[in-house]
């Protein structure tokens, strides 16, 4: 199914993000993991493409047609165009459609710190272009609320934004932020400049003080000063810390929920712990404003 079919018959979506397992340890590593996050019923999972090391890369159209096959939950994967030249581009998008993925999160990828891209294209919406003159999937593709790290201002980046959707994106998903406020600014923004696709909100529990340093390496997300207590209240306390993590996404969510968000994605770090306590504090809040928009 496309995935851009879920957001017509949802009002809120809600899916999560996982990472295939490295290439020296057997697939079935993460059976257990996928049946867990299947239990929270989530609308579809994403499985990265390359992120935490580019030997992964090899496993996601593997991981995404297990999450489609085998557990029967709708799967994106997420593909990177910046070190690809076209004719890998098209063997890999012919893999995807060998195994049935319907659906690819279109990104340019992190430029290589040392030395240069190799790859044809430049930007994502040239990979957007690409898969939709060659292929029929549904495509999404990704938005920073704070604006991407490279670009001067956030209304160039919008400015960018407009004409990757303009190419055919069906939705996007946000970077993480931990700042509602912030989201809320973008949308508004995104929604002046004629972007009209939903925009699902990226959230990301921080459960650990090393997720830190990641990410803002990554994002450059700004921290809230009430987030940053949270982090030096309970850094020496990895139970409390996890809690204050979760609770704190859970607000981040409900707030969302009640500000007509189009979706939730949850970065869950291959974390069912984690993803089912932020279920079954949302859930029922996901049921009510779906089942409005059922009656
Ligand atoms: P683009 O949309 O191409 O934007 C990149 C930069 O170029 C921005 O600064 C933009 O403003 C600028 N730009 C865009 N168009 C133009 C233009 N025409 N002229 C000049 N400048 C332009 N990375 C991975 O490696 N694997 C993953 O699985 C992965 N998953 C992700 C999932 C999500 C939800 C998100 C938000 C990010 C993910 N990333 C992943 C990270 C992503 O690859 C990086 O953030 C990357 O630096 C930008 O990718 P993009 O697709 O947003 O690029």
């Known amino acids: 199914m496309k995935i851009k079919n879920i957001f017509e018959e949802k009002e809120v979506v809600f899916s999560l993000e996982v990472f295939p397992p490295r290439p020296d340890v057997p697939i079935e590593n993460i059976y257990q993991t996928l049946e867990e996050l299947k239990d929270i019923d989530p609308d579809y999972i994403s499985v990265t493409y390359g992120a935490g090391g580019g030997l992964r890369k090899n496993r996601t159209c593997e991981l995404s047609s297990i999450i489609k096959e085998k557990y029967d939950v709708e799967a994106l994967a997420h593909l990177t165009c910046i070190n690809s030249d076209q004719e890998t581009l098209n063997k890999i998008l012919a893999r995807l459609e060998s195994k049935n993925i319907e659906n690819i999160l279109a990104l340019r990828g992190d430029k290589p710190v040392d030395g ?15 898969i939709n003159k060659h292929n029929d999937f549904g495509v999404a593709a990704a938005c920073y609320p704070e604006g991407h790290l490279e670009t001067e201002s956030l209304d160039q980046d919008l400015e960018y934004l407009k004409q990757k959707v303009d190419h055919g994106v069906d939705y996007l998903i946000s970077q993480m932020f931990f700042d509602n406020s912030l989201f809320y600014k973008f949308r508004n923004k995104a929604e002046k400049k004629g972007i009209n696709v939903p925009i699902e909100a990226g959230i ?45 996404a859970v607000e981040q969510i409900v707030d969302l929920i009640s500000s007509e968000v189009d979706g939730i994605h949850l970065y869950t770090m291959n974390n069912p712990y984690v993803a089912r306590r932020i279920k079954e504090a949302v859930g029922s809040l996901i049921t009510h404003i779906n089942g409005k928009k059922a009656d």
């Open 116 to 130: 240069e891209a190799l790859g044809d294209y430049n930007y994502a919406y040239q990979l957007v272009e690409h």
């Open 204 to 248: 990301m529990p921080v459960i650990n003080k090393k997720q830190v340093g990641r990410i803002i390496e990554l994002s450059d997300a700004y921290f809230p000063k009430k987030f940053q207590k949270i982090l030096d209240k309970y850094e020496d306390n990895p139970e409390a810390l996890r809690d204050a993590g979760i609770a704190y």
